[in-house]
């Protein structure tokens, strides 16, 4: 039974981007731009697009897929990535394989998952090339294969991980491979002050290791590493998934609220910018490939304190988050996590092929349609 659905809406594009001020005579009504060591700072105080005159997301989908109960291809728990070929064919990673689709939901072929060349036991993520060639990496970037248009497997790579180790102490995160063939990865960094919140771990046992109750947000720096591996840019700063540390029969347990933040990385555009945002505020920082901050776009009064049914989706998700323990420890847990007063400011950006910056600010939640 399929538990997800795939749905391809049609955004309109209605009306261009404005143009930003350098002056205004009054900046709570205006985009301000000031130059702060040759980086461009813009400070948004509101919409340039009229109420109407943005994009506009269809209502009708032009494909559905996971509604064919008939249908075995159709059937998935989860989606490991997506793409859409320039002549409206779909690509799905699902449990390690990639299923296409024609522009109308017609299955036409699926690759097989393994550990054979062009398989994969999960895809981290799909990337669509010039010419409709599709790239398919796993979730550690560590083998990359490249297809087709028609789906036969083009060729094969490995990272060597000699070389990839040579450029730095990489740390776990969500690998990214830009279009380039480029990959965003992680690495410590000591300029990044210790904090109450970015604190390290201590050895507790033998091969045990915890960083200790109450709010925890471990900071490290991004970096662009070149597709020859070859050398690397370090970028903005990162973070894991926000969490809150419980002590609960000598461990502590982490759950992570559902209005904690995440960093998010982004890249795209002609010419190809990077984009990385701490999070929980508005600032988005725009990156060149060879390590240059060129922008900050930075939204004034973006957060904003929970809607009453937001709230209501809290403990559902609390709970899912807790596991074993008898119903005292998940509610005793439960009421020492820090509760949030604000929204995070962004849940994920994307950058199209033309530059724009997509910013999505909430969805992630029950509540939100």
Not at 43 to 69: C, F, H, K, M
Not at 99 to 124: C, K, N, Q, V
Not at 136 to 164: I, M, Q
Not at 306 to 318: F, G, I, N, Q, Y
Request: net charge negative.
């Amino acid at each position: 039974m399929a538990f997800s659905r795939i749905v391809l809406l049609l955004v309109a594009p209605l009306l261009l981007l404005g143009g930003c001020s350098e002056s205004t005579p009054d900046s709570r009504e205006a985009v301000v731009v000031r130059d702060s060591a040759g980086v461009a700072m813009v400070t948004n105080y509101r919409a340039q697009w009229a109420e109407g005159e943005g994009w506009q997301i269809d209502s009708v989908p032009r494909t559905s897929l996971g509604g064919a109960e008939a249908d075995s291809n159709q059937h998935w728990r989860y989606v490991e990535g997506a793409a859409r070929l320039s002549d409206g064919r779909i690509v799905l990673a699902v449990n390690g394989e990639l299923r296409w689709f024609s522009a109308d939901g017609t299955h036409l072929r699926t690759t097989a998952a393994g550990d054979g060349p062009g398989e994969f036991r999960y895809i981290g993520a799909l990337h669509v090339l010039p010419g409709d060639s599709l790239r398919v990496h796993d979730s550690r970037g560590l083998k990359v294969a490249v297809f087709a248009p028609d789906g036969s497997l083009a060729y094969e790579n490995r990272t060597d991980t000699d070389k990839l180790r040579a450029l730095g102490r990489w740390t776990v995160c969500a690998n990214q491979y830009l279009a380039d063939g480029s990959r965003l990865l992680c690495q410590p960094d000591a300029s990044i002050p210790v904090t109450a919140t970015n604190r390290p771990s201590r050895m507790v046992s033998p091969g045990m290791s915890d960083p200790g109750p109450g709010l925890l947000r471990t900071l490290h720096r991004v970096w662009l590493v070149s597709p020859a591996l070859d050398h690397a840019h370090p970028l903005g700063v990162g973070a894991g998934i926000e969490q809150f540390g419980v002590k609960e029969g000598g461990r502590t347990v982490f759950v992570s609220h559902p209005f904690y933040s995440r960093s998010i990385t982004a890249a795209g555009g002609t010419p190809l910018r990077i984009a990385t945002a701490l999070n929980p505020e508005y600032r988005i920082e725009l990156w060149t490939p060879d390590g240059v901050l060129e922008r900050i776009v930075m939204r004034d009064g973006a957060r904003r304190a929970p809607r009453e049914a937001e709230m209501a989706d809290v403990a559902k998700s609390l709970r899912s988050e807790v596991l074993g323990g008898d119903q005292a420890v998940i509610d005793r847990v439960i009421a020492e996590v820090h509760n949030p007063d604000s929204m995070p400011a962004m849940q994920s950006v994307v950058i199209t092929p033309r530059g724009e910056l997509l910013v999505m600010r909430e969805g992630h939640l029950p509540s939100h349609t």
